[in-house]
T-cell receptor, first 112, second 116 residues
């Protein structure tokens, strides 16, 4: 069974569109995260939720909005997509804050 | 603010040779340290972590790392690499005394290429 899953795996879309990426974890963890990995492989945290509460919100355009319907899910909605949003987006989860994070396989977003 | 520096962006080695991937961090408080590996087109997988206790940490796939507080380093080592170890390796640090301060900061990665 996949511990942290993301859908879709690939996403190709036009500038200006709105898209969502879904993340689910079946590890029973309390904390979930979204990371962005750019073309140079640099990983940066975007958001973190603990028990459905937003605890980390880095300097991310407000076109990005995370939503956590329950502890096992953390979705990422992106409005008005721009070329610079092209990247790989990783979801992760951990049992507690500062504990080991388990990563999903990534969603490769390409904005044309 | 915490930061992580991986001193080598690329490390090419021959199969069965030893390897060391270097990582230095800066932080004003106590830290947790991690090494993750990313195989091509995959997510990140934890290799090993240092939380407290023994400064020599052993991980999966024969990797180990040593925490050196005075040098603020956490270098990753393997005595004999295999072709299958070819991947991107990320060092990461977390600090903070409480929930809202927690953040995992990654280095820029080191691409390890093992050649036959």
């Amino acid at each position: 069974d996949t511990a942290v899953s993301q859908t879709p795996k690939y996403l190709v879309t036009q500038m200006g569109n709105d898209k969502s990426i879904k993340c689910e974890q079946n590890l029973g963890h309390d904390t979930m995260y979204w990371y962005k990995q750019d073309s140079k492989k640099f990983l940066k945290i975007m958001f973190s939720y603990n028990n459905k509460e937003l605890i980390i919100n880095e300097t991310v355009p407000n076109r990005f909005s995370p939503k956590s319907p329950d502890k096992a899910h953390l979705n990422l909605h992106i409005n008005s997509l721009e070329l610079g949003d092209s990247a790989v987006y990783f979801c992760a989860s951990s049992q507690f804050l500062r504990e080991t994070q388990y990563f999903g396989p990534g969603t490769r977003l390409l904005v044309l | 603010a915490q930061s992580v520096t991986q001193l080598d962006s690329q490390v090419p080695v021959f199969e069965e040779a030893p390897v060391e991937l270097r990582c230095n961090y800066s932080s004003s408080v106590s830290v947790y340290l991690f090494w993750y590996v990313q195989y091509p087109n995959q997510g990140l997988q934890l290799l090993l972590k240092y939380l407290s206790g023994s400064t020599l940490v052993k991980g999966i796939n024969g990797f180990e790392a040593e925490f050196n507080k005075s040098q603020t380093s956490f270098h990753l080592r393997k005595p004999s690499v295999h072709i299958s170890d070819t991947a991107e390796y990320f060092c990461a640090v977390s600090e903070g005394s409480g929930g809202s301060n927690y953040k995992l900061t990654f280095g820029k990665g080191t691409l390890l290429t093992v050649n036959p």
